[in-house]
């Protein structure tokens, strides 16, 4: 079945601690990219990859890190998690220019 | 700047009601146009989308869309909604011109079908 799987799809953590999102896609995509949702502002891009060893800033990178060493899994890393990085994260992968697919999202709390 | 306005934080209708979810967008090049659904505790599921061609566009669910370019709207559309269409709907646009792959979204539209 072609997918996008996050994990983990919950994390409560305290200031300070780092953490790694995992993210996998099983669909041979090129493009993928960490979203993150907060209430009233829609969806926010942090960082994208276009491919293999290419990765770019999004409109909300501050805080963030991702890589991008294979083509199937792209990890979003956060050093020093703050507590406004409190959000609901989403990974999404696509061909070049189709519809993108996106994970079922990973609800942080950063206390 | 790009950007996506979904002017109605909430809709309500009547089940076999028509529905409009509305969106404009503002973008300096040709857009390509998506509406996905979220619902509750899920992520994001792909609804249609416009490239080009016919400005009516038909996708899954029952929905369609209309591509209106001298407006800039692209509103979502079901002839007969039904309470299990009840979820947070999301437009978005992605430049042409782009190679990076990146949607810009409208802050979202939550519709509510009753009984």
């Known amino acids: 079945e072609a997918q996008v799987t996050q994990n983990p799809r919950y994390l409560i953590t305290v200031t300070g601690k780092k953490l790694t999102v995992t993210c996998s896609q099983n669909?041979?995509?090129?493009?993928m990219s960490w979203y993150r949702q907060d209430p009233g502002l829609g969806l926010r891009q942090i960082y994208y990859?276009?491919?293999?060893?290419?990765?770019d800033k999004g409109d909300v990178p501050e805080g963030y890190k991702v890589s991008r060493k294979e083509k199937r899994n792209f990890p979003l890393i956060l050093e020093s998690p703050s507590p406004n990085q409190t959000s609901l994260y989403f990974c999404?992968?696509?061909?070049?220019?189709?519809?993108?697919?996106f994970g079922p999202g990973t609800r942080l709390t950063v206390t | 700047a790009q950007s996506v306005a979904q002017p109605e934080d909430q809709v309500n209708v009547a089940e076999g009601n028509p529905l409009t979810v509305k969106c404009t967008y503002s973008?300096?090049?040709?857009?390509?146009l998506f509406w996905y659904v979220q619902y509750p505790n899920r992520g994001l599921q792909f609804l249609l989308k416009?490239?080009?061609?016919?400005?009516l566009v038909k996708g899954s669910y029952g929905f369609e869309a209309e591509f209106n370019k001298s407006q800039t709207s692209f509103h979502l559309k079901k002839p007969s909604a039904l309470v299990s269409d009840s979820a947070l709907y999301f437009c978005?646009?992605?430049?042409?011109?782009?190679?990076?792959?990146?949607?810009?979204f409208g802050q979202g539209t939550t519709l509510q079908v009753k009984p």
């Open positions: 999404a992968s696509s061909l070049a220019r189709d519809e993108q697919y």
């Open positions: 669909m041979n995509h090129e493009y």
């Open positions: 990859s276009m491919n293999v060893e290419v990765t």
């Open positions: 973008v300096s090049g040709n857009p390509y």
């Open positions: 416009y490239i080009t061609g016919d400005n």
């Open positions: 978005a646009v992605r430049l042409v011109s782009s190679n990076t792959g990146k949607l810009i």
